[in-house]
């Protein structure tokens, strides 16, 4: 298993393709938190597996090299 590094600020997860700094012990929640996003308007994938249960945002650590992609629903007709 890879060592996963902390830099001095935090972690660096990258989350939709670009390396991001969040404090050491961030959750996928506070990083929608941090963005803006509301949980209910996105889907997230988590190292390439869909975060079907919203409820585990919250408990779910990222960690350096985590990759997170936050897709937004589009409505249209």
Known sequence: ???RAVSP???????NGEERTVA???TIGDLLRE???SAAA???EHNRE???DRSRLDSMVLATGDSVEI???VGGG
Request: aromatic share 4%; net charge negative; glycine share 8%.
């Open 24 to 26: 050491a012990g961030s």
């Open 9 to 15: 600020d935090g972690v660096i997860p990258v989350v």
């Open 42 to 44: 996105v889907v997230v």
């Open 71 to 73: 897709v937004h629903f």
């Open 50 to 52: 869909i975060v079907r």
């Open 1 to 3: 298993m890879m060592e």
């Open 35 to 37: 963005l803006s996003v």
